[in-house]
């Protein structure tokens, strides 16, 4: 009785053995098929034999670890290939919105030139000259021409036309002006953005 009863959980030992044998070669395949790389190291070193202070590894765990490493590394260069695009795609847009706005820069000083002078007969007049050379002129006109009322009132009609056409062209100017602040505020505003998406 004593025998079968040892035979009895012998066997029963034998059958604990060999299904976790089993459940431990299907866990294998399952932890290398998926996780990380750092919990399929885990899984190797905790399913690999003890051989003195050595570990033994299946050859396929192995192979098959290799491959899944191999395979992270492909997907992370084929990422670090598509920043690398992404950077490039980036600077080359802040190249040309540094160039848009070079280009803003000279317009918005010509601009600024161009309200300060203007151009007569192909000289270039300040218009603070101009303003004072126009008042002298009125004052000659006026002392010159006292006598002849038709031709005064006359000139004074052109005068207050050349005034008001002055006028008109302060208020285009100004207009121009202000279009073109708008539009460097945009693209420095644009540049901005484009330093914020880059970082």
């Given at each position: 009785?004593?025998?079968?009863?040892?035979?009895?959980?012998?066997?029963?030992?034998?059958?604990?053995?060999?299904?976790?044998?089993?459940?431990?070669?299907?866990?294998?395949?399952?932890?290398?098929?998926?996780?990380?790389?750092?919990?399929?190291?885990?899984?190797?070193?905790?399913?690999?034999?003890?051989?003195?202070?050595?570990?033994?590894?299946?050859?396929?765990?192995?192979?098959?670890?290799?491959?899944?490493?191999?395979?992270?590394?492909?997907?992370?260069?084929?990422?670090?290939?598509?920043?690398?695009?992404q950077i490039g795609s980036k600077n080359d847009s802040i190249y040309?919105?540094?160039?848009?706005?070079?280009?803003?820069?000279?317009?918005?000083?010509?601009?600024?030139?161009?309200?300060?002078?203007?151009?007569?007969?192909?000289?270039?007049?300040?218009?603070?000259?101009?303003?004072?050379?126009?008042?002298?002129?009125?004052?000659?006109?006026?002392?010159?021409?006292?006598?002849?009322?038709?031709?005064?009132?006359?000139?004074?009609?052109?005068?207050?036309?050349?005034?008001?056409d002055l006028g008109e062209v302060q208020e285009e100017f100004d207009?121009?002006?202000?279009?073109?602040?708008?539009?460097?505020?945009?693209?420095?505003?644009?540049?901005?953005?484009?330093?914020?998406g880059k970082s």
């Open positions: 009785m004593r025998k079968i009863t040892l035979g009895l959980l012998f066997g029963i030992f034998l059958i604990s053995v060999a299904s976790s044998k089993a459940q431990e070669s299907s866990d294998s395949s399952g932890s290398l098929s998926e996780g990380t790389i750092d919990s399929q190291f885990d899984y190797i070193y905790n399913a690999s034999n003890n051989y003195q202070e050595y570990k033994v590894v299946k050859r396929t765990n192995l192979d098959k670890l290799k491959s899944n490493i191999l395979d992270s590394m492909q997907t992370m260069r084929a990422e670090v290939l598509g920043l690398k695009t040309s919105l540094n160039q848009v706005l070079q280009q803003s820069e000279t317009a918005k000083e010509e601009a600024i030139a161009e309200k300060d002078n203007f151009s007569i007969f192909g000289i270039g007049i300040h218009k603070s000259v101009y303003s004072s050379f126009m008042w002298l002129l009125v004052a000659a006109l006026a002392g010159a021409l006292g006598f002849f009322s038709f031709q005064y009132f006359r000139s004074f009609k052109k005068i207050k036309k050349a005034q008001k207009l121009h002006r202000k279009n073109t602040l708008e539009r460097e505020r945009k693209l420095k505003r644009e540049l901005v953005d484009a330093q914020l």
